[in-house]
């Protein structure tokens, strides 16, 4: 029977891949002319590790399929649905991103962790990876996150404690001078990282499985200098590439009007991957109001420590039901030496003693307009 076997099938030539943050990645050659591609079972040493997760990449040669099987639904590499939060939790927005990408988030995970308080956060359209780990970096920079071996996403803090491994079922093959790492021989890989094996913290481990038995491990312990694997490197640097860059707080950001109401504005950003922002505070000049403004787009961004959304700058396509102009004073039309502006109410007052006066002296010679016209040109300069 072979070590490792795929949805029942024999697998040999296989590599694990396992870091402490971040997905486990199991390349294999497996015995089979199919390719195979979707939710697989990878059985090891006929059930001492079961890994679930997914065949993303496979190919035909000589009567093998050549596969790639990543943890869970295989998704950490795709762009996770934008959103934006306001008074919620690491787990509120960690839960979203797994979904959205179709990951599940572990029972096991630390409910501590979880019941972190977020004040504000805005996750951006990027790799679902890169977007919870700048999550962790700025909520719980002490917290890590990885895939367990049944596909669920497991967040928490390690407690480094001993592996528990019997040094009697391994053989130390190599280490480096600066106990960076050590390789060793095992009959199967083992499920090493965030413990303390050999007297020190894992932090990644590479286990390469031949046909039947004689694995080898690297095991490299925590130094600092180990990235999480998430994908293969090249598939990574692909990644990067096309993410979407970082939110700025310090920018605004044009966005379509989606809806307007007294002193806020909805409006969805036209940059992929920013999510909409909702009753974003307008900021106008003094005394100037508008309401059910339609079409256009504004600038919208974030104040302060990022808990503030507002927007401003309408575009001239942007139509308002209502604007009011409100001053204290005197409203100049044409600048400060233009003329002032008509005060409706003032002026319909004046006129109307007017015509009383003239209509005294020649009774019926000056009608005034019908009341419904004179209200309707009331707010009208």
Known sequence: MALVEVNGLSAFDSQLVTPRVGAWVFDMRVDSPDVISGQVTIVINGGARTLKGTAFRSGNFVGTAQLRVLAGAGSIGVPCRPNDYNGTTLGGVLRDILSSVGETLSPAADAGVLATPVASWTTLGKPAGIAIEDLF???????????????????????????????????????????????????????????????????????????????????????????????????????????????????????????????????????????????????????????????????????????????????????????????????????????????????LTYLGLVAAAINALAPGSCPPPPPTLLATKVSVL
């Open 137 to 347: 970096s700025a909520v719980a920079p002490m917290a890590v996150w990885r895939f367990l071996d049944d596909g669920t996403v497991w967040v928490g803090v390690d407690d480094w404690a001993d592996s528990g491994v019997d040094p009697s079922t391994y053989e130390v093959l190599d280490r480096a001078d600066d106990d960076d790492w050590i390789e060793i021989a095992v009959a199967a890989p083992l499920d090493l990282v965030g413990t303390t094996f050999e007297g020190s913290r894992v932090s990644y481990t590479q286990a390469d499985v031949p046909h039947i038995d004689g694995v080898k491990m690297k095991i490299i312990f925590d130094s600092g200098e180990v990235d999480p694997l998430w994908v293969s490197r090249n598939d990574f640097a692909a990644l990067v590439r096309a993410s979407p860059p970082g939110l700025d707080h310090r920018f605004r950001y044009l966005a379509d009007v989606v809806a307007q109401a007294g002193g806020t504005v909805d409006a969805r950003p036209v940059i992929p991957g920013v999510p909409e922002v909702q009753a974003a505070q307008l900021l106008a000049q003094a005394g100037d109001s508008v309401d059910g403004v339609t079409g256009g787009q504004v600038a919208v961004g974030w104040a302060g420590d990022g808990t503030q959304r507002v927007a401003h700058g309408f575009t001239a396509d942007a139509m308002p039901t209502t604007r009011t102009l409100a001053v204290l004073t005197m409203l100049f039309l044409g600048g400060a030496g233009g003329e002032p502006a008509v005060l409706g109410g003032e002026l």
